[in-house]
């Protein structure tokens, strides 16, 4: 699965970036069954789960952005997005897409988030 993540950007803290993660040459039938999620990487850290929603709908979250962040996907689109408000500078990392199945996982290009206090 090729993905396209794009939204990242500098904002403030207290604000809001929307990211959004696009599979445009994935078939319709094959995307419905990912498990899609959002990690992040700060400099010299490992990369964590940030949130992922399965292929029938259910969510997780990290408890570093439970009630601030909410994952979305739109099958008919193929894109799964992040919605990310009360930004806080430890927010600040490289932002990836995954799509998951099983045991294969495959990852977009990351978008920098930047938030400065």
């Known amino acids: 699965v090729q993905l396209q993540a794009s939204g990242g950007g500098l904002v403030q803290a207290g604000g809001s970036l929307r990211l959004s993660c696009k599979a445009p040459?994935?078939?319709?039938?094959?995307?419905?069954?990912?498990?899609m999620g959002w990690y992040r990487q700060s400099p010299g850290q490992e990369r964590e789960l940030v949130a992922a929603?399965?292929?029938?709908?259910?969510?997780k979250y990290a408890d570093s952005v439970k009630g601030r962040f909410a994952i979305s996907r739109d099958n008919s689109r193929k894109t799964v997005s992040l919605q990310m408000n009360s930004l806080k500078p430890d927010d600040t990392a490289v932002y990836y897409c995954?799509?998951?199945?099983?045991?294969?996982?495959?990852w977009g290009r990351g978008t920098l988030v930047t938030v400065s206090s």
């Open positions: 995954s799509a998951k199945e099983g045991v294969l996982q495959d």
């Open positions: 040459r994935t078939i319709f039938s094959v995307f419905v069954g990912k498990d």
């Open positions: 929603i399965t292929a029938n709908g259910s969510r």
